[in-house]
T-cell receptor, first 112, second 114 residues
């Protein structure tokens, strides 16, 4: 079935650094979504992207829907301790299955 | 507007038992999807219900089943529990089928099988 390749799998950064992660697919997606999951909690929707080339910000977070519609990236500026968690990308595309597809996640660790 | 509510939050069961988890979607949402998440694994899709009908199913054995009621609330059942069923079970609700719109997650039910 369709898969999303999310990278990196994990990141160790210093507090205050900027972070960048991305997702790629072999198929065209209609929507890209980015979620964050805190330990022991459910994922929370951070940003939703609907159009190729769209760039959307949510506070220190910025995400873009790739022009080819096959990729998306998420940037976090000036990371803080509460940014720790797992970030998932997800995509939706019109197919006969009609279900959302998730990447395997990027685990973000912040060193003091 | 209330979010997605999953009950219970935590559950401990013994091998061989069966368990039922509940999910109340956001008001007005008609789709509920279920996922299993184990340490180090991503979100493994179990199934999706829309308007009381199962629309999609993942690659899980028949011990995992679900249903959706007319008020869109959903339950999932796992019979003959195995140790490997220990996981965080998440449900997500969507206005329409999850492939067409954003999905919003509940806090999950942490199931431990001993």
């Amino acid at each position: 079935g369709q898969q999303l390749n999310q990278s990196p799998q994990s990141m160790f950064i210093q507090e205050g650094e900027d972070v960048s992660m991305n997702c790629t697919s072999s198929s065209i997606f209609n929507t890209w979504l980015w979620y964050k999951q805190d330990p022991g909690e459910g994922p929370v929707l951070l940003i939703a992207l609907y159009k190729a080339g769209e760039l959307t910000s949510n506070g220190r977070l910025t995400a873009q829907f790739g022009i080819t519609r096959k990729d998306s990236f998420l940037n976090i500026s000036a990371s803080i301790p509460s940014d720790v968690g797992i970030y998932f990308c997800a995509g939706t595309y019109m197919n006969r299955d009609d279900k959302i597809i998730f990447g395997k996640g990027t685990r973000l660790h912040i060193l003091p | 507007k209330a979010g997605v509510t999953q009950t219970p939050r935590y559950l401990i069961k013994t091998r061989g038992q069966q368990v039922t988890l509940s999910c109340s979607p956001i008001s007005g949402h008609r789709s509920v999807s279920w996922y299993q998440q184990t340490p180090g694994q991503g979100l493994q899709f179990l199934f999706e219900y829309f308007s009381e009908t199962q629309r999609n199913k993942g690659n899980f054995p028949g011990r995992f089943s679900g249903r959706q009621f007319s008020n869109s609330r959903s339950e999932m059942n796992v019979s003959t529990l195995e140790l490997g069923d220990s996981a965080l079970y998440l449900c997500a609700s969507s206005l329409a089928l999850s492939g067409h719109t954003e999905a919003f997650f509940g806090q999950g039910t942490r199931l431990t099988v001993v």
